[in-house]
C-alpha cells in the first residue's frame, strides 16, 4: 500500500518560509505526478502545486511566486518551498500522488493522500 507522510509544518509569523516535506514509501514514485493541496477551517481542500514526472509544474494564483514544488526521484520524496508566507496560507497542507503523469490541478485526478501537515501564519 501506497503511503505517503508529509512533515515541515509549524507556526510562524507572516512573512516566514518553510518548507514541507513529503516522503513516499512503496510507491513507484519517479513515474506519477504529484500535489499539494490545502484545506481551511470550513473551506474546501483547494489545490496549490503540481509537478509532473518530467518536472513540469503548476500553481494556483495565490501561490505563484512564492510557493516552489519540487521533487527529489532518488528518495521519492516531493518537496514544497514556502516563501513570503501569509496568514491566509493558514491550513492543513496535503500532498498527493496522481494516477498519471501529469501535474493534474483536480483533487480527482489523485488517488494516493498523506495525512496532513498544520501551517499556520500569524499575523
Known amino acids: 500500500q501506497v503511503q505517503l507522510v508529509e512533515t515541515g509544518g509549524g507556526l510562524v509569523q507572516t512573512g516566514a518560509s518553510l518548507r514541507l516535506s513529503c516522503a513516499c514509501s512503496r510507491c513507484i514514485f519517479s513515474n506519477f505526478g504529484m500535489g499539494w493541496f490545502r484545506q481551511a477551517p470550513g473551506k474546501e481542500r483547494e489545490f496549490v502545486a503540481a509537478i509532473s514526472w518530467t518536472g513540469s509544474t503548476d500553481y494556483a494564483d495565490s501561490v505563484k511566486g512564492r510557493f516552489t514544488i519540487f521533487r527529489n526521484n532518488a528518495k521519492n520524496v516531493l518537496f514544497l518551498q514556502m516563501k513570503s508566507l501569509k496568514p491566509e496560507d493558514t491550513a492543513v497542507y496535503y500532498c498527493?500522488?496522481?494516477?498519471?503523469?501529469?501535474?493534474?490541478?483536480?483533487?480527482?485526478?489523485?488517488?494516493?493522500w498523506g495525512q496532513g501537515t498544520q501551517v499556520t501564519v500569524s499575523s
Open positions: 498527493a500522488r496522481g494516477r498519471t503523469g501529469l501535474a493534474a490541478t483536480s483533487i480527482l485526478d489523485y488517488d494516493y
